[in-house]
């Protein structure tokens, strides 16, 4: 693979990053500990009853995805995709049930991605953790162009040999079309696009692939004529900015490669939240409560194991297509009360039961550590300016967050909420 001649305009500097993703992560977490459950379907979702639309998938393993299943639908109706199975554990169901539900367990999790991230820590120059199972990581100088598929398969075999879980790999010139590239082979997937190529990777695939750009914003860019990422590099930007702001232009730029933030360490967070979407905008007060108080109860549980305590507490509603409120409410002192939490965001809520709602969020914020330490002024500061920076996540996902790099994330489905912690302003 030698070097490519370099379209001009795209990217602009030699950097190598990679972006590693773990395949069907909360199922692969499972496997590891009760490893008959490999090659088997295997559904992770939380607060499943049986025989009702009660629950979520968070993740399903591939086996299972092969029968139609997705995240963020009905657990019932997830298992009745999935060919009759008689191991229903972690379900006071009896028999009969299909595939394997698993509920969630984070601190399992967690402690997973602890180890991968050790190990990603120790074969890079930086690492940016994104969520809990993917990160950027430049490796500049740890390889080069000649090398890095060797790399990038040394990178799996270790992930795999070590933790325990397959990760797909992409490597690429930018952040953001190495996270394209993860993504590209899934599962088990290395993807290599080299300097002068990405354009040119990018240009067949749907718009959809396309870094920033989710589902709500794809279907928006099918009406102006744009299906691929092609098609997007050669849309012209002051319709692109004018229909959707900044991101649009965000969006065109890495459509053409072009992107050259650096992979930076993520900074203290200034919040701590998680979202979700409906996989239909709902106006059901019940289901919308539901799915508030899930989404409280994952925030609380984040906020105790890494042991922080919150003073505001805020909720985020998404109506359809774009329209974003927020409220919050602040204590008069840092607590972390789950309870609490979710009873301060269904009273923030309650002005909004019964609208129409495609999206929720939960979140805490003026953080407190129980390591003492208090973020000076200027952490706040520095997080905040790079929060900004990277995030303008069409549906408002992101802005000052733990994990507010993937302006796509917005529009990610996160059905339940489980899966990263994501921050939106
Ligand atoms: P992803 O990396 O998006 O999904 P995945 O690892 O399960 O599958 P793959 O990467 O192979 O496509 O998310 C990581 C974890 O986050 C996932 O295992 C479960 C959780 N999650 C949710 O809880 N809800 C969701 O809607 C999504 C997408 C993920
Ligand atoms: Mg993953």
Not at 374 to 390: G, H, I, M, R
Not at 404 to 412: I, L, Q, T
Request: charged share 30%.
């Amino acid at each position: 693979m030698g070097r490519t001649v370099r379209l001009p305009g795209t990217e602009t500097r030699d950097r190598i990053v990679a972006h590693v993703d773990v395949d069907c992560f909360y199922a692969a977490c499972e496997r590891l500990r009760e490893p008959a459950l490999r090659g088997e379907p295997v559904v992770v979702g939380m607060g499943y009853e049986p025989g009702t639309d009660h629950g979520a998938v968070a993740t399903a393993s591939y086996e299972a995805r092969r029968f139609g299943v997705e995240s963020a639908m009905a657990i019932t109706q997830a298992l009745e995709l999935l060919p009759r199975k008689i191991d229903v554990a972690g379900t006071d169901h009896p028999v009969s049930e299909a595939g394997f539900y698993r509920p969630v367990d984070m601190s399992f999790y967690e402690s997973v991605a602890g180890d991968t991230r050790e190990l990603l820590h120790g074969r890079a120059e930086t690492v940016r953790e994104v969520s809990i199972d993917e990160a950027y990581l430049d490796v500049t100088g740890r390889t080069d162009w000649e090398t890095v598929e060797a790399f990038g398969g040394e990178l799996r075999a270790a992930i795999e040999g070590e933790v325990g879980v397959t990760a797909s790999v992409g490597v690429a010139p930018t952040m953001s079309a190495a996270k394209v590239a993860s993504d590209h082979d899934k599962p088990d997937g290395l993807v290599v696009v080299e300097p002068g190529e990405v354009a040119e990777f990018l240009a067949p695939l749907d718009v959809e692939a396309v870094h920033g750009v989710g589902p709500v914003t794809a279907r928006a860019l099918r009406e102006l004529g744009i299906e691929t990422a092609g098609d997007l590099a050669e849309a012209d930007p002051a319709v692109l900015g004018s229909e959707f702001g900044e991101r649009g232009r965000r969006v065109h730029r890495f459509a053409r490669g072009a992107d050259d933030r650096a992979v930076e360490p993520r900074g203290r967070p200034k919040s701590l939240s998680r979202e979700s979407a409906f996989t239909e905008a709902t106006d059901s007060p019940d289901r919308q409560r539901e799915r508030l108080r899930t989404l409280a109860a994952a925030v609380a549980e984040r906020a105790r194991s890494r042991g922080v305590s919150y003073r505001t507490v805020g909720i985020k509603t998404v109506e359809p297509p774009f329209d974003v409120n927020t409220r919050a409410r602040s204590l008069p002192g840092p607590v972390a009360d789950g309870d609490l939490l979710a009873e301060v965001a269904l009273e923030l809520f309650a002005e909004f039961a019964g609208d129409p709602v495609r999206k929720l969020g939960v979140r805490v914020s003026n953080l407190s550590f129980a390591d003492g330490e208090q973020p000076s002024l200027t952490e706040w500061t520095n997080t905040t300016t790079a929060s900004d920076e990277e995030s303008d996540t069409p549906d408002g996902q992101h802005s000052l967050a733990e994990y507010n790099e993937d302006p796509g994330d917005e529009e990610r489905n996160t059905p339940d909420g489980q899966r990263s912690l994501t921050g939106y302003d």
